[in-house]
C-alpha cells in the first residue's frame, strides 16, 4: 500500500512534530494525538521502522516459520506421519512480507484516523522549534519549514559494522539485508551471539543452515542470567549450530561463491554467507542543525533526562537514538512519557533496570529485573529458587521441556525471601509468560503475596507459580 503523505504542506504549524516514525515516533504521535494534540511525523520511508520493516516483526515471522519446521519434523514422536519438512523459502518470504504489509497498512490507516499529518521526507531540526523536511530523491517540490510548539527526535538506530566487512548484501550481510534474503543459504557465519545473533542463528539452524556463531566475550547473550544462557548454549549444541565464545574475528577472504571468516588464533570458517550482529548505533548523523541547542554524546546518542528531555527547551528524544535498551517497547514507553510531561501531566520515568526483554530465539529467553550476578554485584544478598520445564506437564505434553524459571529475591535477616528482583525465563513460550514476572518485580512483590495467586494446570505459567511458591519455603513440586 502507499501511505498518503504531504510532500507540499498545508500547514506548517504543530503542537508536536516527530522526526522518525519506528516505534519510538510513531507511538509518541499516537499517543499525543490521542490526547488531543495536532501531530506531525516526518519519514524517509515507511511509517513503523527498522522494528516493522527491517527487525522485530520480519525476525519474529521467519523465527515462526522455523517453529513450524521444527513442529513438522517433530509430528512422527505424536504418531502424525508428515515427512520430511522441506522449506520454499520463496513462499516463507511471501507470508512475511504479507504480515508486514498488514500491519504497516493498519499502522497508516491508525495514523491517519488519529489527523496525524505524515510528511514524506528526511527531516532536520533547526533553531526555535523548526523542522526542515527534504523531500526524497525523485519526489515532487522542494525542501519546506515545518514548526512544533514541541519536537520530538525519534530516528533510531541502524545496524553497527566491523572492519574489514563491508556490508554487500551477497557475502555480508547485517539484519537490514538477511530479512529479505531470496533464496536460503547452506550455511552461514553469524558474528554476535547477542539477543539479534542467537535469533538468526537459531532460525537459520532450524530452516536446514549450517550456523557458526563467532562471539566476542566469553558467553552468548551477556547480561543475561547465566542458567538461561546455559540452557540456550545447550540447546544451539544439541542442533549442531556451532558456537565459538572469546574470539575476535579478524576478517574475511571471498572465494568464488562464499568466504572464509578468519578468528581466533589462527581458525576459520567457510560459509555461504556473514551476518554482522555485534550492535545497533545511533542515527544521529544528520539530524541537528547548527544553534539547535541539542546535545549529542561522542557515541553520537542524543542526551536526555529521565523525562526524555533533551538540553533544549521543548525538544524531546526517544526510542534508539537515546542511550537506553534498543527495544521498541522502551520506545513506546518513552514517547508516552514524553507526551505525558510535556502536558504537565504527572509521569514516572522508565525504570530500565526493571523492563522485560524477550529474545525469540529456541529455546526463548524472557527477563525482568536484576540477574543473581547483577544482584551480588550489587551487595545484595539473594535467595533463589529454580523451577525446571522437564517437571511442568504443559512443557510434556508439547514435548518442550528444555528451560528453566528462576526466580531471585532479596535475602530479609531472617532468611526468608523477600522482595522479588529479577524473574528469569527460558524455554517454551516464555516471552509470553513474562507478564506475571514482570509485574511481581516491578511491583515489588513478595513471594508471598505472589504466591496467593492460582496458576492454571496444566499451563506454562505453573512453573512460575511453584518457583515462587518455593521461595515462601513451601513449594509442590520445587524443594
Ligand atoms: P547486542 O549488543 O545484543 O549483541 C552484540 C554482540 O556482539 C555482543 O555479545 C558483543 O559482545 C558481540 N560483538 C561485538 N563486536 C564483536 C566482534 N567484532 N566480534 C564478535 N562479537 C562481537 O546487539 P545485537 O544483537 O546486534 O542487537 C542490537 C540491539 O537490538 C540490542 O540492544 C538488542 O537488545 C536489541 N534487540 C533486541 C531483541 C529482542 O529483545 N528480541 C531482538 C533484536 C535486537
Known amino acids: 500500500m502507499k501511505m498518503e503523505v504531504i ?29 488531543g494534540l495536532r501531530v506531525a511525523v ?28 521444527r513442529t513438522v519434523a517433530g509430528a512422527k514422536e505424536f504418531g502424525v506421519q508428515a515427512g520430511q519438512p522441506v522449506v520454499d523459502f520463496a513462499v516463507s518470504q511471501g507470508r512475511k512480507q504479507k504480515v508486514v504489509d498488514q500491519l504497516f497498512k493498519g499502522l497508516a490507516g491508525l ?12 527531516g532536520t531540526l533547526l533553531p526555535d522549534h523548526r523542522v526542515r523536511v527534504e523531500p526524497n530523491p525523485g519526489a515532487e517540490g522542494g525542501a519546506f519549514e515545518i ?31 538477511v530479512l529479505s534474503l531470496e533464496a536460503l543459504p547452506a550455511s552461514l557465519a553469524v558474528i554476535g551471539g547477542g539477543a539479534i545473533g542467537c535469533e538468526f542463528a537459531s532460525m537459520f539452524s532450524d530452516l536446514g543452515c549450517q550456523v557458526t556463531v563467532l562471539e566476542a566475550l566469553p558467553t552468548l547473550l551477556t547480561g543475561c542470567d547465566k542458567d538461561v544462557v546455559a540452557v540456550v548454549a545447550r540447546s544451539f549444541r544439541k542442533r549442531g549450530i556451532t558456537v565459538h565464545t572469546g574470539v575476535k574475528v579478524t576478517g574475511h577472504t571471498p572465494n568464488g561463491a562464499g568466504t572464509t571468516v578468519s578468528f581466533g588464533d589462527g581458525e576459520s570458517v567457510t560459509v555461504d554467507a556473514v551476518v554482522v550482529s555485534v550492535g545497533r548505533r545511533p542515527l544521529s548523523e544528520r539530524l541537528l542543525a547548527d544553534g539547535t541547542g541539542v546535545t ?23 526510542g534508539d537514538v537515546v542511550d537506553t535498551p534498543q527495544l521498541a517497547h522502551v520506545g513506546f514507553a518513552e514517547g508516552i512519557l514524553a507526551i505525558k510531561t510535556m502536558l504537565g501531566e504527572a ?72 522482595r522479588i528482583l529479577g524473574v528469569h525465563m527460558v524455554g517454551p513460550w516464555v516471552t509470553e509468560q513474562l507478564g506475571q514476572g514482570y509485574l511481581a518485580v516491578n511491583w515489588e512483590a513478595t513471594p508471598e503475596e505472589v504466591g496467593q495467586f492460582i496458576q492454571p494446570h496444566p499451563s506454562l505459567s505453573e512453573a512460575f507459580g511453584e518457583t515462587v511458591l518455593a521461595l515462601t519455603g513451601r513449594g509442590l513440586h520445587v524443594g
Open 147 to 177: 514548526t512544533g510548539r514541541n519536537v520530538v527526535l525519534a530516528t533510531g538506530s541502524a545496524p553497527r559494522t566491523i572492519p574489514g566487512f563491508d556490508v554487500d548484501g551477497r557475502l555480508v550481510l547485517t539484519s537490514d539485508e
Open 42 to 69: 516526518v519519514e524517509h520511508d515507511k511509517v513503523g521502522g527498522t522494528c516493522l520493516h527491517r527487525g522485530c516483526v520480519p525476525a519474529k515471522e521467519f523465527l515462526e516459520t522455523a517453529s513450524v519446521v
Open 111 to 122: 495514523m491517519k484516523g488519529r489527523g496525524i499529518v505524515t510528511f514524506d521526507g528526511t
Open 296 to 318: 549529542v554524546d561522542d557515541r553520537g546518542f542524543v542526551t536526555v533526562d529521565e523525562y526524555q528531555r533533551t538540553t533544549a527547551d521543548g525538544v524531546w528524544a526517544v
Open 347 to 418: 509521569a514516572l520515568p522508565v525504570e530500565y533496570s526493571r523492563v522485560p526483554w524477550a529474545i525469540y530465539c529456541h529455546p526463548e529467553v524472557a527477563f525482568a529485573g536484576l540477574t543473581e550476578a547483577q544482584a551480588e554485584e550489587a551487595g545484595i544478598d539473594v535467595v533463589v529458587k529454580k523451577d525446571p520445564f522437564g517437571g511442568n506437564s504443559r512443557a510434556r505434553i508439547l514435548g518442550e521441556t528444555d528451560g528453566l524459571v528462576k526466580v531471585v529475591a532479596e535475602r530479609l535477616p531472617d532468611g526468608r525471601a523477600g
Open 7 to 35: 510532500t507540499t504542506p498545508e500547514a506548517t504549524e504543530f503542537d508536536v512534530v516527530v522526526i522518525g516514525g519506528g516505534p519510538g515516533g510513531y507511538s509518541t504521535a499516537l499517543y499525543g494525538a490521542s490526547a
